[in-house]
């Protein structure tokens, strides 16, 4: 069960990142769809759904069952292209929401206006949103002539993992931060490991004086703190997704570039290599044609083991705001969770999710590395 955990997980990722939020049911994760901190749907059955009510000339009523608490807000607009009203009819009273004596007329009306609250005839500090819906039963929203009204009634919970400080959808930015994670870990990754196979390659093969300056280099890199420094990059840089990853594939070509010089070290004068030189090989036929091939297990096993850092450093600068601040990362979420009180308001769905994610990405891409390191070196596969 143990070895299908990682593939299982990573092809979960995969679906995730690639499927249209239509199909997933979610909604875009950039606009407010709810009230700020609405709780997940399955948290507070008593609390009030999200919801719309759509009425115009050809549909002029709808009507809802209400089984819940009152909502926290109430918005009417729309228009009404000829004399006409729009109607909330409630168990116990009617109320007319908006009257027109002229056509073309547009509106756009909240239950937090005192003037609104007036023409109900609703005192100024009375929560509206309760008078229109003041116990469970049968609601019809009604218009009576042409035009076309919109309801938004917002409750207080909403979607799979309920709404941030802006009101926007949890769940649907947790699958933009998958996204984002993917496309941070294997891009930087795969560069990192392009930068450190040629020059593995160049220093193991060449020897010399090019060897010691290109090692010398990993040496100095290595001894640079990573957090710190790609702190002061990123500021310089800018706040780009893109920038990040070039910058994050900058600091990780060193292990690579080390293992696969280790490995043409030990394939430079091996006989086969001593053979094709004989025959008149050229030293790039031999690089790209035979020890490149060679590379590739531990090119793999590389990347694969290099992804869970290069997503940590990522996260780890987002929670710090030095990411782009419209791209919805999980390091971003997090680092809006503490910085508008998350933590105080007990919103807990906006901080588990994205550090459920974090650890959970990586520990699968760490798995997937230990696998592709046995595959190349069947020995640490061995019992002991």
Same mark, same amino acid.
């Given at each position: 069960?143990?070895?299908?955990?990682?593939?299982?997980?990573?092809?979960?990722?995969?679906?995730?990142?690639?499927?249209?939020?239509? &199909? #997933? /049911?979610? !909604?875009?994760?950039?606009?407010? %769809? @709810?009230?700020? $901190?609405?709780?997940?749907?399955?948290?507070?059955?008593?609390?009030?759904?999200?919801?719309?009510?759509?009425?115009?000339?050809?549909?002029?009523?709808?009507?809802?069952?209400?089984?819940?608490?009152?909502?926290?807000?109430?918005?009417?607009?729309?228009?009404?292209?000829?004399?006409?009203?729009?109607?909330?009819?409630?168990?116990?009273?009617?109320?007319?929401?908006?009257?027109?004596?002229?056509?073309?007329?547009?509106?756009?009306?909240?239950?937090?206006?005192?003037?609104?609250?007036?023409?109900?005839?609703?005192?100024?500090?009375?929560?509206?949103?309760?008078?229109?819906?003041?116990?469970?039963?049968?609601?019809?929203?009604?218009?009576?002539?042409?035009?076309?009204?919109?309801?938004?009634?917002?409750?207080?919970?909403?979607? &799979? #993992? /309920?709404? !941030?400080?802006?009101?926007?959808? %949890? @769940?649907?930015? $947790?699958?933009?931060?998958?996204?984002?994670?993917?496309?941070?870990?294997?891009?930087?990754?795969?560069?990192?490991?392009?930068?450190?196979?040629?020059?593995?390659?160049?220093?193991?093969?060449?020897?010399?004086?090019?060897?010691?300056?290109?090692?010398?280099?990993?040496?100095?890199?290595?001894?640079?703190?990573?957090?710190?420094?790609?702190?002061?990059?990123?500021?310089?840089?800018?706040?780009?997704?893109?920038?990040?990853?070039?910058?994050?594939?900058?600091?990780?070509?060193?292990?690579?570039?080390?293992?696969?010089?280790?490995?043409?070290?030990?394939?430079?004068?091996?006989?086969?290599?001593?053979?094709?030189?004989?025959?008149?090989?050229?030293?790039?036929?031999?690089?790209?044609?035979?020890?490149?091939?060679?590379?590739?297990? #531990?090119?793999?096993?590389?990347?694969?083991?290099? %992804?869970?850092?290069?997503?940590?450093?990522?996260?780890?600068?987002?929670?710090?705001?030095?990411?782009?601040?419209?791209?919805?990362?999980?390091?971003?979420?997090?680092?809006?969770?503490?910085?508008?009180?998350?933590?105080?308001?007990?919103?807990?769905?906006?901080?588990?999710?994205?550090?459920?994610?974090?650890?959970?990405?990586?520990?699968?891409?760490?798995?997937?590395?230990?696998?592709?390191?046995?595959?190349?070196?069947?020995?640490?596969?061995?019992?002991?």
């Amino acid at each position: 069960m143990k070895k299908f955990l990682g593939p299982v997980c990573l092809a979960l990722l995969i679906l995730a990142a690639c499927t249209p939020y239509s &199909l #997933l /049911g979610l !909604d875009a994760g950039t606009d407010s %769809v @709810a009230p700020p $901190f609405s709780k997940p749907e399955w948290l507070d059955a008593g609390a009030a759904p999200s919801m719309t009510l759509h009425v115009d000339s050809a549909h002029p009523s709808e009507a809802i069952d209400w089984r819940w608490r009152a909502p926290l807000r109430v918005s009417l607009a729309g228009c009404l292209d000829a004399p006409g009203y729009v109607t909330l009819t409630t168990p116990g009273e009617e109320f007319v929401l908006f009257r027109s004596d002229r056509g073309g007329q547009l509106f756009d009306l909240d239950a937090r206006d005192i003037s609104f609250k007036r023409a109900l005839g609703v005192k100024p500090f009375v929560n509206l949103p309760s008078a229109l819906f003041p116990r469970a039963g049968g609601y019809s929203l009604s218009i009576a002539g042409s035009g076309d009204v919109v309801m938004k009634i917002e409750g207080g919970r909403h979607g &799979l #993992l /309920g709404t !941030d400080q802006r009101g926007r959808d %949890v @769940a649907a930015m $947790f699958v933009r931060g998958i996204r984002v994670s993917l496309l941070v870990g294997i891009s930087a990754t795969l560069i990192a490991a392009v930068l450190g196979l040629s020059l593995g390659l160049l220093s193991g093969y060449a020897g010399g004086l090019l060897d010691a300056l290109i090692m010398r280099a990993v040496d100095v890199l290595l001894s640079i703190p990573t957090l710190p420094i790609l702190m002061v990059i990123t500021g310089l840089m800018g706040k780009s997704l893109w920038n990040l990853i070039l910058v994050l594939s900058a600091f990780s070509w060193m292990g690579t570039a080390r293992t696969v010089r280790s490995m043409t070290l030990s394939l430079r004068n091996a006989p086969w290599v001593e053979g094709l030189r004989a025959l008149g090989a050229k030293r790039g036929y031999i690089l790209f044609r035979h020890l490149v091939p060679e590379a590739m297990p #531990l090119l793999l096993a590389n990347v694969a083991l290099g %992804v869970p850092g290069a997503i940590l450093a990522e996260a780890g600068l987002a929670f710090l705001g030095l990411s782009d601040p419209r791209v919805a990362s999980w390091g971003r979420m997090l680092h809006e969770a503490h910085t508008f009180g998350a933590f105080t308001n007990g919103a807990w769905w906006m901080i588990i999710p994205p550090g459920l994610g974090i650890s959970v990405i990586c520990l699968t891409f760490m798995d997937i590395g230990r696998k592709l390191e046995e595959l190349a070196d069947p020995r640490l596969s061995a019992s002991p």
